[in-house]
């Protein structure tokens, strides 16, 4: 089963922006679609943004659009996540996966904490 590495958390303030990574430990067929989610402190894990993995098609939670963007590197088998105007709410573990529409396939990474002062 592929590994997921995600790396690039951080403190920020807030209106500020980070770029997170997810390194898969091989190469995944063009046709997986991949993406992000987030846990923040007392609540369930959702889903933030995703990614076809081949292809240009993406999507996003309601509460990130028009301030993340989501984009791959097949070359490097790596999922980005650029935060841009990031709020005090945007604070949580970032994680990615594999995905069947927002729904999570593979098991879940250590995951990268974002931290937004305001």
């Known amino acids: 089963q592929v590994q997921l590495v995600e790396s690039g958390g951080g403190l920020v303030q807030a209106g500020g922006s980070l770029r997170l990574s997810c390194a898969a430990s091989e190469r995944t067929p063009s046709s997986y679609t991949m993406g992000w989610f987030r846990q923040a402190p007392g609540k369930e894990r959702e889903f933030v943004a995703a990614?076809?993995?081949?292809?240009?098609?993406?999507s996003y939670a309601d509460s990130v659009k028009g301030r993340f963007t989501i984009s791959r590197d097949n070359a490097k088998n790596t999922v980005y996540l650029q935060m841009n105007s990031l709020k005090p709410e945007d604070t949580a573990v970032y994680y990615c996966n594999r995905v069947t529409g927002t729904t999570p396939i593979l098991g879940w990474g250590q995951g990268t904490q974002v931290t937004v002062s305001s």
């Open positions: 990614i076809r993995w081949g292809g240009v098609s993406t």
